[in-house]
């Protein structure tokens, strides 16, 4: 199984990194390194990635000037060393088997990206909405 990289851009949310984070944790494939890379937070996030730290070896973290997203995201691609890459929003989390399910797409012969649906959770509707 080779290491996939899945790379978390952060900025301010502290209300969802920890939900975010501990989705990819729970992952059905472990091989995982997770960075998270904060774009210069004025809140808690910063100290919610360093708590996470502590919990699991695969997690690396990185605090930066706020660049935006993008930069964010290719700082975390300068980290990354997996062979495969996956993007999660901080403000997202993942079925603890989504990783493996794309991974079993990328392993098939002549596959070069794997893209999913996605569900979208409405907090003031309390219900889900898949695309």
Known sequence: MEKISVIIPAYNCEKYLDQCVRSVLAQTYQNL???????GSTDTTGKIMEQLVQADQRIKTLHKESTGVGETRNVG?????????????SDD?????HIEDLYQV??????????TNFSQYSEEKGSYNIH
């Open 106 to 115: 990328l392993t098939k012969p002549d596959s070069d990206i794997a893209i």
């Open 93 to 97: 989390w993942m079925d603890p088997n």
């Open 33 to 39: 390194e997770i960075i998270i890379v904060n774009d």
């Open 77 to 89: 691609l300068s980290l990354a060393t997996g062979a495969y890459i996956c993007f999660i929003d």
